[in-house]
């Protein structure tokens, strides 16, 4: 998947973008704006980003459901080989200290995640708080990251414009 980036200065910009993208039959779903204020963007009917897309809530909680569902893992594995209580914890008592450790290690990595700014918009922060608007769009293929090219190019008067090759939310 690519993701192409666009720092424009003013919202007039952005609705000329979404329009454009709107008419070549690029979905609402693949067009994200980021701006000092996203309210302004959902009062103008333009798809603001979401803690999703702003944070690293997506990609901390995974982690952190990983790293708890290896920790359950070992935990489960001690104490089926222990037997403490007099029980015997079997296979079900594995799987039960994964899950649990898992769900507890995704919600530490969410909460950590959402305190931090994602680093893919970290580059453009500085300009977002000046008062600059960025515009992400994702595409699944090359040529439609050419066809985002080509229609943005013509119609923006763009501060920076920046790909990246192989974009995915959990890296």
């Not at 424009?8 to 994200?32: E, F």
């Not at 995974?62 to 037997?83: E, K, P, Q, R, T």
């Not at 500085?126 to 090219?149: F, P, T």
């Amino acid at each position: 998947m690519f993701r192409v980036y666009y720092l424009v200065r003013s919202l007039d910009q952005v609705k000329v973008a979404v329009n454009t993208l709107k008419r070549a039959d690029i979905g609402n779903n693949r067009i994200h704006v980021i701006a000092r204020d996203n309210g302004e963007l959902t009062s103008q009917g333009i798809h603001a980003t979401t803690p999703w897309e702003d944070t690293n809530i997506m990609i901390t909680g995974f982690y952190g459901a990983v790293v708890g569902a290896v920790i359950g893992l070992i935990v489960g594995w001690a104490l089926s080989m222990i037997d403490p209580w007099g029980l015997q914890i079997g296979f079900w008592g594995v799987i039960i200290a994964v899950l649990f450790f898992g769900a507890h290690g995704a919600w530490a990595g969410g909460l950590r995640g959402i305190s931090h700014i994602n680093d893919h918009i970290k580059p453009y922060l500085k300009e977002i708080k000046r008062g600059r608007y960025l515009i992400m769009v994702d595409a699944d293929l090359e040529e439609q990251r050419l066809q985002v090219h080509r229609l943005l190019d013509n119609t923006l008067n763009a501060d920076r414009q920046d790909d990246e090759k192989a974009f995915t939310p959990l890296l």
